[in-house]
């Protein structure tokens, strides 16, 4: 069984609240932004936020995009390359100053941040999530 799209926007929002928050914990006081330390989580955390936020939207179009597919999916790596066009856009929305409390962003801190992210979070859903969570395909990708 494949997951629905209420399985996908339920996996989206814990795996990247729970997981990408920790990563920005982590990664935060390394990433190149000139900022005091206070600032530099802030800005992370609401960028987080915003990758949520706009990835359950996402999730709506790619749902739309998968009913052309005989499958109603698509492969693997297709999860990772979404990442483009979801940092793109994300970028885009912080240079034009359109999400909120966040500043000027130096872009490789950006890079670094959204890249990382987007692949850990990718690789532990497609790979070691698979493992407690064995039944997770059985259930439409529902954690709950």
Known sequence: MLPT?????????????????????????????????????????IILLTVIVLGVLWEFLYHFLQQFRWEKDWPTSWGLFTGINEGLLIWLLINLGWIP????????????????????????????????????????????
């Open 101 to 144: 409390g966040v500043g000027q962003v130096p872009g490789w801190a950006f890079v670094i941040q959204f890249c990382t992210t987007w692949f850990l979070i990718w690789a532990v859903q497609n790979g070691p999530l698979r493992v407690p969570f064995i039944r997770w395909r059985f259930n439409g990708g529902r954690f709950l």
């Open 5 to 45: 799209l209420n399985g996908r926007l339920q996996s989206r929002i814990l795996v990247t609240a729970i997981l990408g928050g920790i990563w920005t914990l982590i990664i935060t006081p390394v990433l190149p932004t000139g900022a005091p330390l206070g600032e530099s989580y802030k800005t992370t955390f």
